[in-house]
């Protein structure tokens, strides 16, 4: 496996539901980062870990809880979700914060 | 007003011409400059990498930065059918509060054979 990979790769759940979303980097990085990418909106910043420590959490609703145990892996565990956070979930990771990013191919969530 | 503004297209063209895709930028702290590459069904990955004013060059993708205009441009020569995709911009100070990335909405592109 190179580059980064998420699971699964499309989810539905219901709104009373708790899923959990997976990432991990085989790229040695030490940064990691949640994106939601919705239809007409730029890509929104979710969550920051560098160093397997949150950095930045964008007033993100509780009903997402991300999760980093070590620099490789990266989870977003979600409860509770309503149907306007169906979307296109993207992680990211990067060295040393650099600008430059490398993102998996995302799990497509529809909540119903 | 948005700190990064892209027409979110769609742009057709047909194979072998020449594409020009821009953003507009309000934030003059913004140094780093990106173009990623979105297919369908896949993430973005990065395409072009500029740091501050000038022309970066990287075989048929040529990207280029104006700081005075707050206006960056990336040019495709010779466009493929496989370069259908969507192309996002990014930018960013890059340290301290200027450092998070901030997107534009993304440009779909199809080039046609």
């Known amino acids: 496996e190179t580059g980064v990979t998420q699971t699964p790769r499309h989810l539905v759940m219901g709104m009373t539901n708790k899923k959990s979303l997976k990432c991990e980097q085989h790229?040695?990085?030490?940064?990691m980062y949640w994106y939601k990418q919705s239809a007409k909106k730029p890509l929104e910043l979710m969550f920051v870990?560098?160093?397997?420590?949150?950095?930045e959490n964008n007033s993100v609703p509780s009903r997402f809880s991300p999760e980093c145990p070590n620099s490789s892996h990266l989870f977003l565990h979600l409860h509770t979700l309503q149907p306007e956070d169906s979307a296109l979930y993207l992680c990211?990771?990067?060295?040393?914060?650099?600008?430059?990013?490398?993102f998996g191919s995302g799990t497509r969530l529809t909540v119903v | 007003q948005k700190e990064v503004e892209q027409d979110p297209g769609p742009l057709s063209v047909p194979e072998g011409a020449i594409v020009s895709l821009n953003c507009t930028y309000s934030?003059?702290?913004?140094?780093?400059f990106m173009w990623y590459r979105q297919y369908s069904r896949k993430g973005p990955e990065l395409l072009m990498y500029?740091?501050s004013s000038g022309n970066k060059e990287d075989g048929r993708f040529t990207a280029q930065v104006d700081k005075s205009s707050k206006y960056i441009s990336l040019f495709i020569r010779d466009s493929q059918p496989s370069d259908s995709a969507t192309y996002l911009c990014?930018?960013?100070?890059?340290?301290?509060?200027?450092?998070?990335?901030?997107w534009g909405l993304g440009t779909s592109l199809a080039v046609n054979p």
């Open positions: 790229l040695g990085h030490n940064a």
């Open positions: 870990y560098s160093l397997e420590e949150r950095v």
């Open positions: 934030n003059s702290a913004f140094q780093y």
């Open positions: 990211a990771s990067s060295q040393d914060g650099g600008q430059g990013y490398t």
């Open positions: 990014a930018m960013s100070g890059g340290a301290g509060n200027n450092r998070k990335l901030i």
């Open positions: 500029t740091y």
